[in-house]
Structures are given as C-alpha cells and as structure tokens.
C-alpha cells in the first residue's frame, strides 16, 4: 500500500463477480517537513495519482467505491473491453472513497436482435444499452460505420445525440440556480437585455423556465425558414459568441411569433437563448460549462460536441441521409451537423456507455448514493411538466404500465443521427437505442429505435 496523491495504484481483473479491488490512502495531513521534502524527492517526477485495471477485450465492467469497506457506491456503471486497460485519475472521484474495485458484469448481448431489427428497417448501424440501478443489464452494436464500408460498429463508438442535448442544458440551468447565478424566473431582458439594444419589449419579460419548457413563444424551424433567418445563422463565422448573438438579435428584434406563455412551441432557438443566458451569468462558453459541470462530475469522457469522427476518416460512425430510398453517408464537416450555435438545443454525441451515465444520473432520486449535481427541489423540478402539459425541462413526462409511473423520455436527430431515450424512475432503469441515419419520410430512424427499445422494455424492465 502506498501513500500520497503522486501514486498510481495497480490491480489486475478476476474472474465475474469476484473483483479485483485497489485499496487508497488519503495524503497525510501535518506531515513533518523532512518527510515531506524526502517524499517530494523519491516520487518526483511520477505520474497523477490513479488507478488502472486491465480489461478483457468486449466484457463489460462496473466501478466501485467505498468510504467504509461495508457498503459499496457504483462509481462508474458502464465500463467497455476496447482497451488493454482502464485507467483514471484518483481526483476523478470522491476524495472520501478509500477503496475501490472493478466487476466484471454478466450483461445480455443484444446483438442477435440488434442484427435482425437493422437488417428488417435497412439502417446502416443500431445500438442500445439499458442501465438499471445503475448497472449495465443488457447491451449491442451492430451494422457498420459508413454504409457501403465493411469497418464495423463497435460498441465504444461515438453517437450524435441531436435534441437529447437540450435535457443536459437543463440540467446545467439547475446546477446554476442552485448557486444563485440565475433563477427560473430571470428574463431575457435582465440577463441579455443590453447586448440587444433593440430587443422588442414583448421580448424582454421571457423567463428561463418559459425557454426551457417552450413555451416563451420562440420560433420553431420552419418560423426560421420562412423569415429566411436559419440561412442567415448558417452562414455566420466567426467566434461562437458572436454567432449566438447575431442569433438572438435576428430574432428578438421582432415581436415573438406566439404570445409568451400562452402555450406550446417547441423551438430550438429558444434553447440557444437559455444557452447563452447562462453562458452570460457563468463568463463561460456553454461548452465549456457542460464539459466542467455535467460532463466531468459523471465520468463522460467521451463526450463532445458535433459529427463525432474525424474529418477524412472513418475513427467513428458517419451520420447518413435517405437518398432514393437508400442511406448515403455525410462525411464529417460543416453539412454533417446542425450550425455549431446551435449547440445548447442539440449537438452533444458520445458512446452509450457515458449516455447511460447521465441518464442513470436523471433516473435515480437525487438523494441517492453517487453524484449530486443539483439540490433534490431542482431535481425535483428538472421532471416536473406545467399542469395540463407534458414537457418538463428537456424531457416529455408521461405515464407508462410497464415503468411503473411516470417515464422521461425524448428524442434527437440532427437529420443524419436518431437517438430515442426512456427512463423510468420507478425501476431506476434507463435505456437508449441509436442508429446512425436520420428518419427521412418513412420514419424508419424513429421505428427501428422504438421497436428496438420495445423489446428490451418487454424482456428485461416490463416484468
């Protein structure tokens, strides 16, 4: 055993349900100074403290902690065999944890069905996962990464998430209300007000909350499209702030389409607006914002924002459009996604892995074991639909038989992407199924997610 933060901790992999485990230790406190110069010169240089385990190419892990030995925290739920090892930073976790240990999971493999569901709806790639309490029950990739290619889908891939983003910016307006940096009820008029000097007044008096559950009578695409605004943001350069701006002024300096608060427009532009709202409270990008306050606290390290593989490459799945009735793939660049400004309404991708980590995160009470990002009364709030609506913060709350209660549920697609997400509370389960095409006219994106999705619910939460 060692001690000191400068120390990497080593370990290696059991048999399932037999973990390996690495025992901490905290840095000593009030240390005598020639124990502290000699420790200083005997570790330096050394690498972070950490931790790494070696994993089995394709089984499936979970990470543990431990503050007391008796009772353990799934620090990690979804971990991949796509490398020869896994390792991670000892700040990546609570500094209270002395313990940690990886488990090998017995996960159901879904390919088989995967397979037969991508083949019948002739979509390029499929995948899913589901999660429940927290661990990983059933899982599959299948089909490849650009059609017409033979490099195959592999279940650590990357996948735009389109519209799925809109839940993580509420939820980074939660993380901030709870600081006292905004509230529900801060106006457009208060917060942006001044860079829009011509800012009509019907705008001025929107609320955050009115953004985020749209209904703060922001114009949906095709309001964009006709007033010939959507050809003007994808046609702005320049740094990201100020293409948001031209943004909002495009669109404020004319009264809103829909009186605010009167009722349901679901509206991209005015998840921008809330984007760049808290952007202006925080002195931070909003993509540095979800990096440092959503993306690092759960562990998802693979995600990012747009099309997810490399310009001229193939290091990731492509996204695809219908043409004639066939997928064609969109190589990465600036037609393989939405406008970059776009981002707080929809341009996140990222392996399931980490997906089924922040939606395990909205699946469980905010009282539980594991990270809290925000107060259980934000939590709370973050779910809950105006009365007589069904749109909460980022998510449409309905009730399901087979859930038990109330479900989160949405979508996304940024047109060559879908991605299709339950949660269901009442089990703690949650689940994703993604393909690597839009939907085009035959909704065929949508069907093989839903019918994927279907029979998971059916074998493995449902019962």
């Known amino acids: 055993m060692c001690k000191g933060r400068r120390i990497t901790w080593y370990s290696s992999m059991t048999e399932p349900g037999n973990p390996s485990s690495i025992t901490l230790h905290p840095p000593h406190r009030g240390i005598h100074w020639v124990a502290l110069l000699a420790w200083i010169f005997l570790t330096f240089p050394a690498r972070p403290a950490g931790f790494r385990f070696p994993l089995e190419q394709g089984k499936f892990y979970r990470l543990e902690g431990t503050t007391n030995a008796d009772s353990w925290t799934v620090l990690e739920p979804a971990i991949f065999g796509d490398a020869p090892e896994w390792v991670r930073s000892r700040s990546d976790y609570p500094a209270a944890i002395r313990e940690v240990r990886l488990v090998q999971e017995s996960v159901v493999d879904l390919n088989p069905t995967l397979e037969k569901l991508r083949a019948k709806h002739g979509v390029p790639a499929l995948a899913a996962i589901l999660v429940r309490s927290n661990r ?23 996948w735009h998430q389109g519209s799925i983003t809109k839940s993580m910016t509420a939820t ?12 529900w009820t801060s106006t457009l008029g208060q917060i942006l007000g001044p860079r829009v000097p011509g800012m009509h007044e019907d705008w001025r008096d929107v609320t ?15 309001e964009l499209v006709r007033n010939k605004i959507w050809d003007a943001i994808w046609n702005q350069r320049g740094p990201m702030s100020g293409r948001r701006l031209h943004w909002l002024t495009a669109v404020t300096t004319n009264p809103p389409p829909t009186a605010p608060g009167t009722r349901f427009v679901y509206s991209n532009t005015g998840y921008v607006f809330a984007g760049m709202m808290l952007e202006q409270v925080s002195g931070q990008p909003w993509e540095d914002l979800l990096r440092t306050r959503l993306f690092l606290p759960l562990g998802m390290h693979t995600a990012g924002f747009g099309p997810p593989a490399t310009r001229g490459h193939t290091n990731q799945p492509w996204g695809h459009e219908w043409i004639h009735g066939k997928p064609s793939g969109i190589p990465p660049g600036r037609n393989a996604d939405n406008p970059q400004s776009l981002g707080p309404a929809g341009t996140v991708h990222g392996s399931l892995f980490d997906l089924a980590k922040y939606l395990m995160f909205h699946a469980r009470p905010a009282e539980a074991e594991g990270v809290r990002l925000v107060s259980p009364e934000t939590f709370q709030r973050l779910h809950e639909a105006p009365v007589g609506e069904s749109y909460a913060f980022g998510w449409h709350v309905m009730n399901r038989a087979w859930a038990g209660g109330d479900v989160l549920h949405h979508t996304g697609s940024n047109t060559q992407w879908f991605s299709n997400a339950w949660i269901a509370p009442g089990k703690q389960a949650a689940l994703i199924a993604v393909t690597n095409i839009g939907d085009g006219s035959g909704k065929k994106a949508f069907n093989v997610t839903d019918e994927t999705l279907g029979r998971m619910i059916a074998n493995h939460v449902g019962r």
């Open 172 to 183: 980074l307006a939660g993380i901030l209300v709870d600081e006292g940096r905004i509230h």
């Open 136 to 158: 990983v029950i059933a899982a599959g990739a299948v089909g490849v990464r650009v059609q017409g290619s033979e490099i195959p889908v592999e279940m650590g891939d990357l």
């Open 208 to 222: 955050l909350g009115q953004l985020l559950r749209h209904r703060s009578g922001a114009p949906d695409h095709d």
